[in-house]
Protein backbone atom coordinates (compact mmCIF):
# COMPACT_ATOMS: atom_id res chain seq x y z
CA UNK A 1 0.00 0.00 0.00
CA UNK A 2 1.36 3.01 -1.18
CA UNK A 3 1.14 6.99 0.58
CA UNK A 4 -2.28 7.52 -0.78
CA UNK A 5 -5.05 5.21 -1.23
CA UNK A 6 -8.55 6.80 -2.98
CA UNK A 7 -12.10 5.22 -2.30
CA UNK A 8 -15.13 6.24 -3.26
CA UNK A 9 -15.45 5.37 -6.57
CA UNK A 10 -18.21 3.47 -8.62
CA UNK A 11 -21.01 3.56 -11.11
CA UNK A 12 -23.61 6.36 -10.79
CA UNK A 13 -26.08 7.59 -13.33
CA UNK A 14 -25.93 11.13 -14.99
CA UNK A 15 -26.50 14.09 -12.70
CA UNK A 16 -25.73 11.79 -9.69
CA UNK A 17 -23.14 12.65 -6.94
CA UNK A 18 -20.23 10.82 -5.83
CA UNK A 19 -17.23 11.98 -3.23
CA UNK A 20 -14.03 10.83 -3.71
CA UNK A 21 -11.96 10.37 -0.36
CA UNK A 22 -7.91 10.03 -0.16
CA UNK A 23 -6.53 8.64 2.43
CA UNK A 24 -2.61 9.93 3.05
CA UNK A 25 -0.58 7.18 5.12
CA UNK A 26 2.22 7.87 6.97
CA UNK A 27 2.85 10.70 5.36
CA UNK A 28 1.58 14.45 6.41
CA UNK A 29 0.06 16.28 3.94
CA UNK A 30 -0.55 19.67 6.10
CA UNK A 31 1.88 21.86 4.12
CA UNK A 32 1.60 20.30 0.80
CA UNK A 33 -0.67 20.69 -2.04
CA UNK A 34 -3.38 18.24 -3.14
CA UNK A 35 -4.52 17.34 -6.25
CA UNK A 36 -6.78 15.03 -8.22
CA UNK A 37 -6.35 13.98 -11.78
CA UNK A 38 -8.15 11.27 -13.78
CA UNK A 39 -7.60 9.19 -16.73
CA UNK A 40 -9.82 8.31 -19.42
CA UNK A 41 -9.40 5.16 -21.61
CA UNK A 42 -7.21 6.31 -24.42
CA UNK A 43 -6.82 9.64 -23.08
CA UNK A 44 -3.88 11.04 -21.22
CA UNK A 45 -4.03 11.72 -17.67
CA UNK A 46 -5.48 14.95 -16.70
CA UNK A 47 -5.77 17.59 -14.00
CA UNK A 48 -9.22 17.84 -12.21
CA UNK A 49 -8.55 19.79 -9.08
CA UNK A 50 -6.16 21.30 -6.55
CA UNK A 51 -5.94 22.82 -3.30
CA UNK A 52 -3.09 24.60 -1.67
CA UNK A 53 -0.94 23.48 1.38
CA UNK A 54 -3.22 25.56 4.14
CA UNK A 55 -6.16 24.83 1.78
CA UNK A 56 -6.59 28.89 1.23
CA UNK A 57 -6.32 28.37 -2.39
CA UNK A 58 -8.23 26.33 -4.99
CA UNK A 59 -8.15 25.82 -8.90
CA UNK A 60 -10.03 23.61 -10.95
CA UNK A 61 -10.29 22.35 -14.38
CA UNK A 62 -12.74 24.28 -16.94
CA UNK A 63 -14.70 21.12 -18.08
CA UNK A 64 -15.27 20.51 -14.10
CA UNK A 65 -15.96 23.84 -12.38
CA UNK A 66 -18.87 24.52 -10.78
CA UNK A 67 -19.57 20.62 -10.58
CA UNK A 68 -17.01 19.59 -8.44
CA UNK A 69 -15.32 20.55 -5.19
CA UNK A 70 -12.33 19.37 -3.55
CA UNK A 71 -11.34 19.52 0.05
CA UNK A 72 -8.73 18.46 2.69
CA UNK A 73 -9.02 17.89 6.32
CA UNK A 74 -5.10 18.19 7.36
CA UNK A 75 -6.22 16.94 10.94
CA UNK A 76 -7.36 13.97 9.49
CA UNK A 77 -4.49 13.56 6.50
CA UNK A 78 -7.48 13.30 3.89
CA UNK A 79 -8.26 14.86 0.73
CA UNK A 80 -11.91 14.64 -0.53
CA UNK A 81 -13.50 15.44 -4.30
CA UNK A 82 -17.09 16.09 -4.02
CA UNK A 83 -18.28 15.54 -7.53
CA UNK A 84 -21.84 16.58 -8.45
CA UNK A 85 -24.24 16.99 -11.91
CA UNK A 86 -21.73 14.39 -12.84
CA UNK A 87 -21.57 13.37 -16.91
CA UNK A 88 -20.53 10.54 -18.91
CA UNK A 89 -17.61 12.24 -19.78
CA UNK A 90 -16.40 12.19 -16.46
CA UNK A 91 -15.84 8.33 -16.71
CA UNK A 92 -12.44 7.95 -15.94
CA UNK A 93 -9.64 6.38 -13.30
CA UNK A 94 -9.80 9.17 -10.53
CA UNK A 95 -6.42 9.62 -8.96
CA UNK A 96 -4.85 11.94 -5.81
CA UNK A 97 -1.92 13.08 -5.69
CA UNK A 98 0.35 15.11 -3.20
CA UNK A 99 1.99 18.22 -4.23
CA UNK A 100 5.93 18.97 -4.30
CA UNK A 101 4.93 22.63 -2.83
CA UNK A 102 2.67 24.24 -1.15
CA UNK A 103 0.52 26.42 -3.92
CA UNK A 104 -1.43 24.14 -6.47
CA UNK A 105 0.04 22.98 -9.81
CA UNK A 106 -1.87 21.73 -13.04
CA UNK A 107 0.91 19.62 -14.03
CA UNK A 108 0.99 15.93 -12.81
CA UNK A 109 5.04 16.52 -12.90
CA UNK A 110 5.08 18.80 -9.94
CA UNK A 111 3.52 16.08 -7.91
CA UNK A 112 5.65 13.50 -6.19
CA UNK A 113 2.85 10.81 -4.45
CA UNK A 114 0.38 9.38 -6.19
CA UNK A 115 -2.48 6.82 -5.11
CA UNK A 116 -3.61 4.24 -7.10
CA UNK A 117 -6.94 5.39 -8.73
CA UNK A 118 -10.42 4.56 -7.81
CA UNK A 119 -12.96 4.11 -11.14
CA UNK A 120 -15.82 6.30 -11.72
CA UNK A 121 -18.19 5.39 -14.24
CA UNK A 122 -21.31 7.44 -15.34
CA UNK A 123 -23.99 6.06 -17.15
CA UNK A 124 -26.30 8.11 -19.50
Known amino acids: QGPLVESGGGLVQAGGSLRLSCAAS????????MGWFRQAPGKEREFVAA????????GYADSVKGRFTISRDNAKNMAYLHMNSLKPEDTAVYYC?????????????????WGQGTQVTVSS
Open 26 to 33: GRAITTNS
Open 51 to 58: MSGRGGTT
Open 97 to 113: AIGRYTWIQRSSTEYAY
